[in-house]
């Protein structure tokens, strides 16, 4: 299947021309691939599910292909690493930021890129863009690490292990680490995140070897009374094909619990509408809607932040459409470490610099974290005084 890979722009122009698009599209395309912060990778899944005929307004293209004329300057406030995750790491690929919670990332790479990728400054290889922060070395070394933390940290009962994605693990590499976390009795659920249901759904299909591994594993966990599920990521309809179905489907019938987290993307999926459509089709498919994510400031990804007004407006129109617990939580995490809060929780909003404050208690006392709304949104004299002071300090003296 290799060969069916797109990895490099010479391998995307061959197939741009296979396609009908006209010519200022696919250079749009290609240049906007040079500025990605995120390398370039498609899997022949993704390709086949994009619509080559309606590709500017295609909501799968606009995630993997940016175009070069869509890209926005950066907000002033952006920070590669935007969610001072590397603050958070107490060991290599170790992220304890919440009490009783950690994330381990076992890798750093992923069957296909997203240009929006949170943790850009660390996911795929470098880009022109971007070189990325080699903040761990992913190896069985680390596993040993984590087990020996969680053996000292007792109080931690709940693992996200994500990365990259788990799906491109060695299976040995997952065996192990799923077989190492059945000693510690401390934990309750293990959540294993992954894309692959989207990207490369022949790599979970039943009968595969992660699938067997994830069923085999769910069983022993059950009997520990600790829970072992999936957390996906889809953020549109059109991304859940028949063998992501298959694959849900098949996994909840042998009782593996599947969450799913969405970003919410302009263009892509910051409508109503886009919003009810997944639900529904998550829904249908076995997958619990558990976030929707208001869109972090992440490098040479602009423009897909809406405002948070866009995301509580959507969040608002949604409630009661669905069975409660079918409703998914929208979120904001906050810049600086602040972690996760409910769109609606902020303690003050500033309507003219587009400056919502928030606190974290759990996290840090009474400590404002601020969440910015994107500049074009704004007056555009105020956008001006943003650039000029470029911090929310100046904007106040
Ligand atoms: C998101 C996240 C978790 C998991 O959070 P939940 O709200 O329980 O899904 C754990 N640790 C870190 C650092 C996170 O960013
Ligand atoms: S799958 Fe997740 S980790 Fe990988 S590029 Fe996409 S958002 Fe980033």
Known sequence: MKENIIFNVGGLSD?????SINYELQTDIVEGVRKNSMALRLS????????????????????????????????PQLRIDSLSE?????????LHRYPNKVLFLLGTSC?????????SYLVGPNTQALTKDHLFKSSTANIDILINYLEENIH?????VSGGDIAVVDIEIINLLLTKLLTIKSLKTIRLATRTLLFAP???????????????????????????SIQCHFNHANEISIESQKISISL???GVTIRNQTVLLDGVNSTIDAQEKLIRKLIDSNIHPYYVYQMDMVDNAEHFRTNLETCIYISKNLTGMFTGFQLPKFIVDLPDGGGKRSV??????????????????????????YYCDPLRYLDPNIEKEWYQKRSISKLYD
């Open 344 to 369: 609606y929780e902020y303690e003050f909003y500033d309507k003219k610099y587009g400056i919502y404050g928030f606190t974290s208690p759990i996290i840090s006392g009474d400590k404002i974290y």
């Open 86 to 94: 590397k603050n958070s790491q107490v060991a290599p690929g170790i």
């Open 15 to 19: 197939y741009l021309k296979s396609t």
């Open 202 to 228: 022949s790599l979970l299909l039943p009968n595969t070897p992660l699938f067997d591994t994830i069923v085999k594993h769910n069983e022993k966990f059950k009997h520990r009374n600790i829970e072992l």
């Open 156 to 160: 931690v009962n709940d693992i996200v």
């Open 111 to 119: 069957a296909t890129y997203c240009a929006f990728c949170t943790r």
């Open 44 to 75: 022949p899944h993704v390709l086949q599910l994009i619509d080559w005929q309606n590709v500017t307004t295609d909501p799968i293209r606009k995630q993997f292909l940016p175009l070069l004329s869509e890209y926005l300057p950066s907000h």
């Open 252 to 254: 909840w019938q042998s």
